[in-house]
């Protein structure tokens, strides 16, 4: 068995680019570098004829009309304009009205990308409802129906989460929304490229998603939105030369746009096969980590997740410190995973982890180039640190003596 260390087990915070990727993006940089809004010379044309192939490669994983996909530089922009963007274009009472501008729907869990602009349009003057998930982490139909009012404009939904993998019921929230004509927004960000989508069948109006999560390159992603039943408009957010239909000017970034359409044909043809071949992988980690150790628990509904990704909380271990004692393996814990702040993961405690396990959970995710050895690999390492740990916890000792921790009651000195 031969790894490469570190290994890689962290595919939800990126992904490596695909060399097939590099190798189709690297003739425009040097040679098809013309400007695509050049519309006057052979250079600008070129450009342009390298736009449209990958518009087409990124509709097609999704179900769209070429038409209907706007180049942003990710997942972050693609959620801005599509959350600001339909919350100014379809508010209902105007700024300073003294009523709620419109009401928006989204999740407690959700990506600091949907929060924030959902925070920054509160501020403005809109009213938003943050769902809360149950114990198994997933938003339902239901939960979005019982939030509904007659002055709700947007609903936004991610997908699949990105700390569990967890996957909420899209299509069915799409559906409601479309027979309530609300916009439905869903942040795909993890699901496409690894799961099969179509915005028609699965009722979406709006949807984001970033190149370096489907091993596409860094700073280049799309906004599908759609252009019938019901066509959806939006208030730009970036202006200037009004590319991309004037939702979002500037100079196309070639060489990433041509990276990203070849990376959605990849995960198009392979889709099948890697899914499977992943689930495999990633029960087997799990079962071999689980099996091994008492006190774990794997956070988040057991079925409804993506197949590449688990988040398991270890009882009596600092997340960080098994992090430290495993350095050979790049993971993410439950801590300090999205802001410099060492607070336990709100998605975790959204679900409603205690802070004890909350900081005591990995998050480790696969990826098209992970192998079994590597799995295996870091399963025993893995079972071997935490082992270790716990042998310097006296917590842990009390809790094989049967004192139940939580009822303790601390000196003070
Ligand atoms: C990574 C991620 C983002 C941010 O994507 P960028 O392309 O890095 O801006 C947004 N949402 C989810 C769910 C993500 O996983």
New binding site residues.
């Given amino acids: 068995m031969s790894l490469n260390f570190p290994l890689y087990l962290d595919n939800?915070?990126?992904t490596r680019t695909d060399p097939r990727v590099v190798e189709a993006m690297l003739p425009a940089f040097t040679e098809t570098y013309g400007n695509p809004g050049s519309r006057n010379h052979a250079f600008g044309w070129r450009a342009e004829d390298l736009v449209d192939t990958a518009r087409r490669q990124v509709a097609d994983l999704i179900g769209a009309d070429r038409k209907e996909v706007i180049f942003t530089?990710?997942?972050?922009?693609?959620?801005n304009l599509a959350i600001k963007g339909a919350a100014y274009m379809y508010e209902k009472a105007a700024a300073g009205s003294g009523k709620p501008r419109g009401h928006i729907i989204t999740g407690n869990i959700?990506?600091?990308?949907?929060l924030d602009p959902c925070k920054r349009l509160q501020k403005e003057g809109f009213d938003v409802t943050y769902l809360e998930p149950g114990p198994d982490g997933v938003f339902t139909r239901e939960m979005v129906e019982n939030a509904m009012r007659d002055d709700t404009i947007l609903v936004t939904i991610?997908w699949?989460?990105?700390e569990i993998g967890v996957i909420n019921e899209i299509p069915q929230i799409g559906e409601l929304c479309h027979d309530r004509g609300v916009i439905f927004h869903t942040?795909a960000?993890?699901w496409v490229g690894k799961m099969p989508t179509d915005v028609t069948r699965d009722n979406i109006d709006l949807l984001?998603l970033?190149?370096?999560?489907l091993y596409g390159p860094?700073?280049v992603?799309a906004l599908y939105v759609r252009r019938r039943r019901p066509r959806v408009r939006l208030v730009a957010i970036q202006e200037g030369g009004g590319q991309e239909r004037g939702y979002r000017s500037g100079t196309l970034n070639v060489p990433g746009i041509v990276g990203l359409g070849k990376a959605c044909e990849l995960c198009a043809s392979e889709m099948d096969t890697e899914r499977d071949r992943l689930r495999a992988l990633r029960d087997r980690l799990e079962q071999s980590i689980v099996s091994r150790l008492d006190t774990v628990q794997v956070n988040g509904h057991a079925e409804k997740r993506l197949p590449h990704t688990t988040n398991i909380s270890f009882g009596f271990v600092e997340g960080e410190s098994l992090m430290m004692a495993c350095k050979e393996i790049a993971m993410s814990s439950g801590s300090a995973c999205t802001s410099a702040s060492l607070g336990p993961s709100y998605v975790l405690k959204g679900l409603g982890v205690g802070d004890d396990l909350a900081h005591s959970s990995l998050r480790l995710s696969l990826g098209r180039f992970t192998t079994e050895d590597e799995v295996n690999y870091a399963a025993d390492a893995i079972v071997t640190a935490v082992t270790k740990l716990r042998e310097l916890s006296p917590l842990y000792d009390m809790h094989n003596e049967g004192i139940d921790i939580t009822k303790i009651e601390w000196q003070a000195h």
């Fill in positions: 939800a915070a990126t530089s990710g997942a972050t922009e693609s959620n959700e990506h600091k990308a949907t991610m699949a989460n990105n942040d960000t993890q984001s970033s190149g370096h999560k860094k700073g992603g």
